[in-house]
């Protein structure tokens, strides 16, 4: 009984000890990255210095020499390149549309969706048939849709408080709109752009054609909010109307990019990876400094902010800069086919790429197991008002690196604004607030410390997977 006793004496002692331990590191990490953060200058450079970063590009080429020199310049470990093929698109001239009805010409704000096909070089014209999802093709059928304009209307719900449930709820027509449009013989595609605010940029993004044969594919455009509002209204009123765009996209063979990896490795571990990451490549309307410059240099920023805060970490920790993750995930796909052939354990990866707002917390893809030693550590974010802890999903350049036994997790910032900027002409530097990006960083910091100090219980997951 005394021997009992005197066990859970010490297993108090240390659980108070450690509790107090990291209390003090974390509020070490976070005044290291408010006073003394990198993150904000890095961005500057790459944003304004650089630009948009669209894959397979001159900029996306800066972009990797740019942050492996800066890496260089932090005395990592190791830094190398990792090379991977990629597509490279380009948007070419400036997109031109117009509707006409009733001899009244409005010109209207469109952007081509990336992957699209160009207009013939005179555009192309015809009338417009409104539609706010998918499904509604098969019911309208081929007699309806054939020769005519398909125009995707679906708004993102606005009474979702998470964006990024409304932005899921209608993307599909943007990725898959050209592509199932065309099966019933419509000439092009007008889609909503991915947008809660009312204005008049138009969003860009990926969309794909999947299987189509080329012969069959036609072109793909987003149209501003404000100006999808009046050319529905002008709908009602003129089902006859015409509606013209010319765009100039062009789809180029695959050229070889990089990701950009850095690592410290680990004192006791060095086998045990823990990787934290967010992707190098951007859309090229604006110059991608939330979607993903905020994510680049965080993750930059907490392998310094680990050297800053005198942290050796135990397990081997890198930071990895993805290529591609826009119009493709080759980056994301070709590090995780590397990390399976050399046999690597990532026990860990942690991925930021919600824009650089003031961070919420975090969510995480794991087992049980692993998610209640996690709760455990929310209580140490809550002086920082940074306690969402949920399950759910990480990230898209991370999931590739999913196992039995480990931990995914994402950021999650204040997602309200976010959609304001995604893939837009106003994703800038101007727009990333110096202080909500720091506190990003220390609390990327912060959790990449509690993990590598307390690892994952492997060997129970495994035992109770199997269970």
Request: glycine share 8%; hydrophobic share 35%.
């Amino acid at each position: 009984m005394k021997t009992k006793l005197l066990t859970i004496i010490l297993c108090c002692f240390v659980a108070i000890t450690n509790a107090q331990e990291d209390e003090a590191v974390l509020k070490t990490v976070f005044s290291t990255s408010l006073t003394n953060g990198k993150s904000y200058a890095w961005l500057d450079h790459i944003s304004n210095k650089i630009g948009g970063r669209l894959s397979g590009s001159e900029n996306a080429e800066l972009a990797v020499q740019y942050t492996k020199k800066e890496l260089e310049k932090l005395g990592l470990d190791k830094v190398w390149l990792q090379p991977v093929m990629v597509p490279k698109w380009e948007r070419g001239e400036k997109e031109k549309a117009y509707f006409e009805t009733s001899g009244f010409v409005k010109e209207v704000n469109i952007c081509a969706l990336g992957g699209s096909i160009a207009t013939p070089d005179d555009g192309i014209s015809g009338k417009v048939i409104e539609v706010k999802g998918l499904e509604a093709l098969e019911t309208l059928g081929k007699e309806n849709i054939e020769g005519k304009i398909v125009f995707f209307n679906r708004p993102m719900q606005a009474d979702l408080i998470s964006t990024f449930n409304a932005y899921g709820g209608c993307v599909d027509q943007r990725y898959s709109g050209a592509m199932e449009a065309a099966k019933y013989g419509a000439v092009g595609v007008i889609v909503r752009s991915m947008n809660l605010r009312q204005d008049d940029l138009p969003h860009t993004g990926s969309m794909s054609y999947g299987d189509l044969p080329v012969e069959q594919r036609i072109p793909s455009a987003a149209i501003s909010t404000n100006d999808a509002d009046k050319l529905s209204k002008a709908l009602k009123s003129n089902q006859a109307l015409q509606f013209y765009f010319k765009q100039n996209c062009q789809q180029f063979e695959d050229v070889q990019s990089y990701n950009v990896i850095g690592e410290i490795t680990g004192s006791k571990f060095p086998n045990e990876y823990i990787l934290v990451g967010g992707h190098l490549d951007s859309w090229d309307l604006g110059d991608g400094a939330h979607d993903d410059g905020a994510g680049v240099v965080q993750s930059m920023d907490v392998l310094r902010l680990l050297k800053e805060s005198g942290i050796q970490p135990k397990r081997s920790i890198r930071v990895v800069l993805f290529m591609n993750e826009e119009n493709g995930l080759r980056g994301a796909t070709e590090y995780a086919k590397v990390a399976k052939e050399k046999n690597e354990n990532h026990i860990f990866a942690l991925e930021s790429d919600a824009g650089g707002f003031t961070p919420r917390g975090f969510s995480f893809a794991t087992n049980d197991t692993n998610f209640k030693q996690i709760l455990s550590w929310k209580m140490l974010f809550k002086p920082y008002l940074i306690h969402y802890f949920e399950l759910g999903g990480s990230g898209a350049d991370v999931g590739p690196l999913k196992s039995e036994t480990n931990v995914l997790a994402g950021l999650r910032p204040d997602s309200q604004r976010y959609f304001d900027h995604h893939h837009a002409a106003n994703d800038t530097f101007e727009h990333v607030n110096k202080r909500e990006l720091e506190l990003g960083a220390a609390t990327m910091t912060a959790l990449v410390y509690l993990f590598d100090k307390y690892g994952i219980n492997q060997i129970q997951n495994n035992k109770e997977l199997k269970d």
